[in-house]
């Protein structure tokens, strides 16, 4: 299934396909509020705020696979928000596991990581960096945001910043 015919659906309802952001940088992450690295958040808004003008954007996928993700998305949005600035995109509440896996993972998941392992999504906070033309980078939970590996794919991927 080609990425960007997929149909998401937005924190606030709307819903759209991942193409919206087509052409874009876009970094797909699990996000789960009461986990032990929702710190990563932090660094999530700071590459958003670094790149998003020049074609990059966090897509943020609330969780609850792991039991550590609020139940009310209102209350979701609110947390991000308030605690964390978030300004990124979140879609709705989703499973990324399973037989309820949304097929957005269900695509993502097919990435291997740096060790070539891919399948099941191992905790909240992985990351898939999805590049323009297609490719998929994948990072397990504890690489976080701003390691230099995922750094410099999003600037090598990017248009040179405006001097």
């Keep these: 299934m080609e ?10 309802g709307r819903t759209t396909t991942f193409g919206e952001w087509a052409g874009k940088v876009r970094l797909v ?21 670094r790149y998003g003008a020049r074609g990059f954007t966090v897509l943020g996928v609330p969780s609850n696979q792991f039991l550590q993700e609020y139940r009310n998305e209102g209350r979701i949005a609110e947390y991000c928000s308030a605690t964390w ?5 979140l879609l709705a509440k989703a499973w990324v596991n399973g037989r309820g896996q949304h097929p957005l993972y269900r695509e993502l998941t097919k990435a291997p990581d740096a060790a070539g392992r891919a399948g099941r999504v191992q905790w909240n906070f992985e990351k898939f960096l999805v590049l323009p033309d297609g490719a998929v980078h994948r990072f397990r939970p504890q690489t976080r945001p701003d390691d230099p590996a995922i750094v410099a794919l999003i600037e090598g991927a990017l248009p040179e910043a405006a001097g």
């Design 3 to 12: 990425l960007d015919a997929i149909e998401v659906a937005l924190l606030d």
């Design 29 to 49: 992450v699990n996000v789960a509020s009461r986990c032990g690295l929702a710190p990563q958040y932090e660094q999530l808004e700071e590459l958003q705020r």
């Design 85 to 89: 600035g978030v300004t990124f995109p």
